[in-house]
Antibody
Framework: QVQLQESGPGLVKPSQTLSLTCTVS??????????WSWIRQPAGKGLEWIGR???????NYNPSLKSRLTISLDTSQNQFSLKLSSVTAADTAVYYC??????????WGQGTQVTVSS | SYDLTQPLSVSVALGQTARVTCEGN??????VHWYQQKPGQAPVLVMY???SRPSGIPDRFSGSNSGNTATLIISRVEPGDEADYYC?????????FGTGTKVTVL
């Protein structure tokens, strides 16, 4: 059974860079079958897709976030990461990592709250 | 951008059938997936590629997709079905979620 776990600071100052890591167990992120996604959800609001990375290294970003985003893989640690620069209060949300296949996400992490505040 | 519109809320009596719609331009040409999210929890995939159920999802859940509307159908609704439901599609390489529907069991 695949499991995903997000980790990273819960509080980030405005204008700084938000950095999160997703640790995957029960599956290899090097698998060609899947891709690895980040999705966020502000409190009381809906889901917003952030981006995805394939084992090949190919990356797709949400166009509205692309200029501030970096998603990367660390196959040695079986992890993938998210960096979002120049954050504002609008980036405050629960951030989820997930495994994707086809055009869906079939397994999700439990989510981690990130608050942007000075 | 690709807009996916869902009703804000759907109320259904215990044991009856709930229908959650997801409207998008020619959505019938896309694969639609549905997620269930309970308070404080991560979303769970409950329907994929319009009408396929993941392992462990009861057959009370079904789906359809045609024209400009995809529908998640929950038959014989139980208290545990009370949750937010989101539809999701890919448009080119970008992923979009619906606005979300809160299903309330009366």
């Amino acid at each position: 059974q695949v499991q995903l776990q997000e980790s990273g600071p819960g509080l980030v100052k405005p204008s700084q860079t938000l950095s999160l890591t997703c640790t995957v167990s029960g599956d290899s992120i090097s698998s060609n079958t899947y891709f690895w996604s980040w999705i966020r959800q502000p409190a009381g609001k809906g889901l917003e897709w952030i981006g995805r990375i394939f084992s090949s290294g190919s990356i797709n970003y949400n166009p509205s976030l692309k200029s501030r985003l970096t998603i990367s893989l660390d196959t040695s640690q079986n992890q993938f990461s998210l960096k979002l620069s120049s954050v504002t209060a609008a980036d405050t949300a629960v951030y989820y990592c997930a495994r994707g296949t086809g055009t869906m996400e079939d397994y999700w992490g439990q989510g981690t709250q990130v608050t942007v505040s000075s | 951008s690709y807009d996916l519109t869902q009703p804000l809320s759907v109320s259904v009596a215990l044991g009856q059938t709930a229908r959650v719609t997801c409207e998008g331009n020619n959505i019938g040409r896309k694969n639609v997936h549905w997620y269930q999210q309970k308070p404080g929890q991560a979303p769970v995939l409950v329907m994929y590629r319009d009408y396929s159920r993941p392992s462990g999802i009861p057959d009370r859940f079904s789906g359809s997709n045609s024209g400009n509307t995809a529908t998640l159908i929950i038959s014989r609704v139980e208290p545990g079905d009370e949750a937010d439901y989101y539809c999701q599609v890919w448009d080119n390489i970008t992923e979009f979620f619906g606005t979300g529907t809160k299903v309330t069991v009366l």
